[in-house]
């Protein structure tokens, strides 16, 4: 910086000056004008004193008194003025001394009225901070331009020596923690000013500053501020002025100075009395003062207190940072509650840390080479890392490697080997986080019998010999699970008898032999979120279970999470009375590829499911390895379902066991509803694709939607299928009644096509009751040639036995099912004792392969069936007809149909093949077209005879 110095001082000497140029140049008074002689003190003319007012200078705190000289060395030969300026200053508040000293040159010129000037300096400031505070050397260069219009300055400074000090290399202090390190650094860096000098201030010499700077150091980044000010000189040899600065380090700062010279002039003088003025710049070396202050635990209101653990350590053993204790017992041994035990990873291996660390209450188990964070009277901050990436090992052949009390952290180590990683048995509340388990012997992190909040996140678990997480009657506040697993012996999460609320979310699992996530008997809240959940499961296992038996409520989100590759992928059971799981299933990106089922949910023995499954994209390929896994598999024996399945995509699921070795896609929802069962259930907007492609076998297995009701009560079973888009199954909808069952069911604006076999089937048979009101469906396509001998038809109803079956059909539009000659539009059939009404309205039943409608009554059975304003056009591409009503039954049986305003080519045939005395009437209401062709025995009765004979048949629930 001299060097730097003394090169602009040379190149300064080297500039040519006018003839006038002196040390001391007058426009036409004597030298310093009148204003020198009334002040002048004899022999101290070129000297000042002053004092500077301030609370927060540019890098400095204080007031201070000044004194100083401006004197002349010599005149060189191209007329310059070589000077000395010095100052020596005083603090008020702490008494220390510092001082400025240079050399400089000026020069003035007449061609542009203005002195030209250049000085190198060396500063010294003992004003150290109270506290943490060092004194500092500095090298400076100013350079200046003034005139009687504006002066320009620029200084720069550069620390030389030790210049730069921290408090602790780390935030650890002796057993302490910093909250605000101590930092002592003086700033390299600039200034640069413009002072103006307007007409109307000419008579007090006065300016306006205005200018910025920067600065810098090897401990703070460089940041630049703005500067401004301005001074008068009221007096003769009296100068004030005044400075406020502002930067986002150091905020607003600024000062006032009074100055007084002692031969009138400290400044701010006229241009000719300038070349020996002293020099402005800096009398402080700017510095960054940070005071140390150490960490509180917001918790105690004391300072965070370390015990340190270094297993490699020699020499004195304190626990302090720079002499840590050698094992994890002595460590533990020297803590109290509340302390921090730090854990080095010493020389890699476990030993000094294998006899397992009972904690205290509200202590931190913390593990260098990771990041930490510590709550203190400042909010969060980071704890420094010793030894990056290097985390210590921790086991304990014979127990617990970590056994926990009451709110304790536990972060990041490798627990390995250990008998169980982390137990915490009656505990209060506790945060394991970041840590690495590997091949524990039993449970990796073990939680019984205990309460509060329990975070347990972004830890790997790797090849547990049981559990990955167990917990085992909790009662506590809440339980947060984010973490990773892999190949976990039994369960990667297993909660048992538990209550609360429970966020599973983000974590990935694979691997688990048995479940990846089971609940056992847990009530509270859930939410299953975010995970990925593969390849888990043998046999019967899953990606998430819950098993719930006892009386309680579960309240379960299962959302956005990829659940793919495992024996089944959701099942939801409640399993007893009082038992209650309330769970949405939606948005799940993958519910897919599962070796069974897609989904489970069952109500059993008094247990009730309410569920709602929307929104889900991806329901696919479920079963293929098992070859009978359905896409969503519903089942109540004795309890309760009521679910809502919406605008889920289904596709290519195996739906059922495979035939001659291959297996039958479908999408398949199917329920089976036995005992004392309560179902009410909705399927709305779903898409159900099977690609249903086995061929030359007895019959497809594959169903979008298979329901099978056994239900021993007579409440009312509610269904509802409606908007949903079934194409290329084995079957559309199959709906298999029995026992005692009332079913109201509705199917509504649904698209069947291009299925191989029915595109609704339903079977009511013992003393069951069904109700079926469809309207605005579009049926089509149904019936694959390859499946002839299963007289499939687009809708099939059967009833048997002492059933009753009432069918309402209006507005569907029913056609083309023409793949095998045995595809009718409608077809009804009953059987023994079995009742039916049929109400067939305004439906399009067209280009079917064999009849638009089709209705046979056998044995003793009874129908009903009024056919208004249909078109029954089209069909059966043998020639037949267009609606075959037959009825083969006994004496006993009953046929009444009721014709009105329908369209028909090839006409009706009404067939009474039964025997002597079994009744078959018909009434005629006219508007029909196509010839009706009546057989032998059928009687043709008065308008209104049907449909009356119809009114008792529809009584419903």
Known sequence: ???AACGLLASLACLPATAHAQAFVSDGSTPGGNFLAPLSVPGLERFWVGFVGADRGLGYTGSYGSIGGLLPITTDMLDGTWFFDGRGHIAVEQGRFFGNFGIGRRAYFDPFLSVLGVSGWYDYDGDQFSGFGHSFNQMGVTGEVFNSLFDFRFNGYWPVGNNNYLFSPSTFYQHNILAINGIDSALKGFDAKFSFRPGFLGVWNGYFDIGGYGYKSDLIPSFGGVSTGFGVQPLPGLAINMEVDHDHVFDWTGFIRVAFGLGG???????QNRILEPTRRNDHIVRFNQQPVLAINPDTGLPWVVQHVDNSATGTEDGTVNHPYRTLAAGETNSAPNDIIFVRAGDGTSTGYDTGVQLQNFQQLLGDGITHIINTQFGPQALSILVP????VITNLTGPAVTLANHNVVSGFDINFAQTGILGD???GASIHNNTFQTSGINSVQIQNSTGVVDIRDNFFFQPGEDGIRFVNFNGTGVIIFNRFNLAGHDSIDL???????????????GSVHDAIHFQDVTGTAGIVSNTIEDNGVGNGSGFRVQNAAAGT???????????????GLVLEANGAGATINTTIERNPHLSNQAGDGIQIAARFGGTVNFSITDNPNISENGLVNGSGQGIRLFAEDGTLNGFIARNTLFQNAGGPPSNGLVDKASEIGGVFNGDSHTNLTIRENSLTGNETALGIIGPEGNAIFLQYNVTNTAVQQLRIEGNTIQQEGHGVIMLVADT???????????IANNVGDAVFLAASDSSLVRVIANGNTITNNDSPAYANLNASAVNLFATDTARVIGIFTNNNIQQNAGSVFANGISGRTFNSSQMVLEIFNNNL???????????????????????????????????????????GLAAANMCLELTSNVSTSGYILRNLGAAGATFDYTDNGLNTGTIDVGNNVTLQAAGTCAAAAVPLLVFP
């Open 1 to 3: 910086m001299a060097l």
């Open 265 to 271: 002039t400290p400044g701010n003088s006229r241009t």
């Open 389 to 392: 990436n290097k985390t210590p």
């Open 426 to 428: 009656g505990i209060v």
């Open 496 to 510: 048992i008898s538990s209550t609360g609320t429970f966020d599973i979310r983000s974590n990935t699992i694979n």
């Open 554 to 568: 579960l309240d379960v989100e299962i959302r956005d999470n990829t659940v793919q590759n495992n024996a089944i």
């Open 741 to 751: 069952t009332v079913l109201d069911s509705f199917l509504n604006d649904n698209i």
């Open 846 to 888: 067209s280009n079917n392969g064999n009849h638009g409608v089709r209705l046979e009554v056998n044995d003793g059975s009874t129908m009903v069936a009024l056919l208004r304003d249909n078109v029954i056009k089209d069909n059966d591409g043998t020639g037949d007809v267009d609606a075959r009503i037959q009825l083969f």
